[in-house]
């Protein structure tokens, strides 16, 4: 037996979609973490478990999930993504084979537009979990640690993802914060020649090495962007470090 997961909060706009793809699955879930908007009222509606808890971080949700799953099986869907039929046919034959989790490739729309290269597909995700086996490690960029087999299916994973370049900066701001504080706190120095080539080793990496180049002015305009990305981690890990010797100084 499996149980879809979505973990929620706030999705109106995407949530009645990401249900109607579910509607193969035995049991269907609905983790919130406080939605305002009418996600509670889409999710029952729909027929879906409804269960809330305030967030933590992203591991802390997803594992407090886990437990509250009774089935077997379960698989995390975010609500901007959706289950093609093909690959609903695919996870439910996978149920009766002996690994304990299964990675999904992911074609991601990004600006609108199918991204096959630069990096984001296959875009595999570890999302089909054996619940017994799982457990969810790191709290933004969360980890499964899986105690058996992995195998992995072929059909595509849909996600609807950034649709704005404003949008897409605003989280890569979130996720480079993120990285810097990782690094201040393994000991990195902020090097000033990383400025310069940590960037350009992204971009070559993302545009060439990715084959970005095959998305035209799209993976050009990815392929910047991420350059900037490590522009900007490298940045907010310069100013912590003075931030820190200028308070250490007083």
């Given at each position: 037996m499996l149980t879809a997961i979505v973990l929620t909060r706030n999705?109106?706009?995407?949530?009645?979609?990401?249900?109607?793809?579910?509607?193969?699955?035995?049991?269907?879930?609905v983790f919130d973490s406080?939605?305002?908007?009418?996600?509670?009222?889409?999710?029952?509606?729909?027929?879906?478990?409804?269960?809330?808890?305030?967030?933590?971080?992203?591991?802390g949700q997803r594992n407090?999930?886990?437990a509250a799953a009774q089935t077997e099986w379960v698989l995390f869907v975010d609500a901007d993504e959706r289950v093609p039929p093909e690959l609903a046919q695919e996870m439910t034959s996978a149920l009766a084979r002996p690994e304990a989790g299964w990675w999904i490739?992911?074609?991601?729309?990004?600006?609108g537009k199918l991204t096959r290269h630069a990096g984001w597909y296959p875009d595999y995700q570890l999302r089909l979990l054996r619940r017994a086996k799982a457990r969810y490690e790191n709290p933004v960029h969360e980890v499964v640690m899986l105690g058996g087999?992995?195998?992995h299916l072929h059909n595509p994973l849909l996600h609807?993802?950034?649709?704005?370049?404003?949008?897409?900066?605003?989280?890569?701001?979130?996720?480079?914060?993120y990285a810097a504080g990782k690094m201040r706190a393994e000991g990195v120095l902020p090097q000033?020649?990383?400025?310069?080539?940590?960037?350009?080793?992204?971009?070559?990496?993302?545009?060439?090495?990715?084959?970005?180049?095959?998305?035209?002015?799209?993976?050009l305009?990815?392929?910047?962007?991420?350059?900037?990305?490590?522009?900007?981690?490298?940045?907010?890990?310069?100013?912590t470090q003075f931030s820190t010797h200028n308070g250490h100084s007083r």
């Open positions: 999705e109106e706009k995407h949530l009645p979609d990401c249900l109607a793809s579910l509607r193969w699955a035995p049991q269907v879930m406080g939605s305002t908007d009418g996600t509670l009222a889409i999710a029952r509606a729909a027929g879906a478990q409804v269960l809330q808890r305030p967030f933590d971080d992203y591991s407090a999930a886990l490739p992911r074609h991601n729309y990004i600006f087999a992995e195998g609807l993802n950034y649709e704005t370049v404003p949008e897409f900066i605003a989280r890569q701001k979130y996720y480079a914060a000033p020649h990383k400025f310069i080539t940590q960037p350009v080793r992204q971009f070559w990496w993302r545009f060439v090495s990715l084959q970005g180049w095959r998305d035209g002015l799209h993976g305009r990815l392929s910047a962007l991420m350059a900037w990305f490590e522009f900007e981690k490298y940045r907010l890990l310069r100013n």
